[in-house]
């Protein structure tokens, strides 16, 4: 089955403590990219990816790291998260076309960092 | 000016009725335009894509795309409660490699 996975779907951690959410995919997409999501604000991207080793910023990275060393895999990590980083994630991919074509979605990860 | 902008609504309609949901964009150079579908707390799944200017219809939705007037909407017909949701708009690519969506319009049908 076709999808993008992320975990965990849910973390509570402390301001300063490290940590990384992982996503993967299994359709050999080049193109992924995080998002995070808060009432109002809608779905703001965070990070992209064009393929393997290419990365680039989006609307809201600080406080944000990724890296892409392969393909199907793109992590999201919080160096030293702060309480304002509490939000809905969301880890996507894209065919053929990046951008231009439809985005599949993970399941989300929502933070709480207290 | 934002990027993409929609009405937050909720937009309310009665069971039936049709629900129109509007998108406007800024980057002139955008060739793809998507409406993704988000239930409360999951993830948004796409439900109906546009390249061309004129209707595309599929089902119950039907997309409008104007890019002269950088304006895309999505018509609902016979909207039913399971319609639901939270509707996002995102303009594909253009200037730029980013995927941006707006930040949605909260649609209620009410039974």
């Known amino acids: 089955e076709a999808q993008v996975t992320q975990n965990p779907r849910y973390l509570i951690t402390v301001t300063g403590k490290k940590l990384t959410v992982t996503c993967s995919q299994n359709m050999n997409h080049e193109y992924m990219s995080w998002y995070r999501q808060d009432p109002g604000l809608g779905l703001r991207q965070i990070y992209y990816s064009m393929n393997v080793e290419v990365t680039d910023k989006g609307d809201v990275p600080e406080g944000y790291k990724v890296s892409r060393k392969e393909k199907r895999n793109f992590p999201l990590i919080l160096e030293s998260p702060s309480p304002n980083q509490t939000s809905l994630y969301f880890c996507?991919?894209?065919?053929?076309?990046?951008?231009?074509?439809?985005?599949?979605f993970g399941q989300g990860t929502r933070l709480t960092v207290v | 000016q934002k990027e993409v902008e929609q009405n937050s609504g909720p937009l309310s309609v009665p069971e039936g009725a049709i629900a129109s949901l509007n998108c406007t964009y800024s980057d002139r150079g955008s060739q793809s335009f998507f409406w993704y579908r988000q239930y409360s707390g999951k993830s948004p799944e796409l439900i109906m894509s546009?390249?061309?200017?004129g209707d595309k219809e599929d089902g119950r939705f039907t997309a409008q795309l104007n890019k002269a007037s950088q304006y895309v909407s999505l018509l609902i017909r016979d909207s039913q409660p399971s319609d639901s949701a939270t509707y996002l708009c995102a303009p594909g690519g253009g200037a730029t490699n980013k995927l941006i969506f707006g930040t949605g319009t909260l649609l209620a049908v009410q039974p």
């Open positions: 546009i390249y061309s200017n």
């Open positions: 996507a991919s894209s065919g053929p076309g990046g951008p231009n074509t439809e985005a599949f």
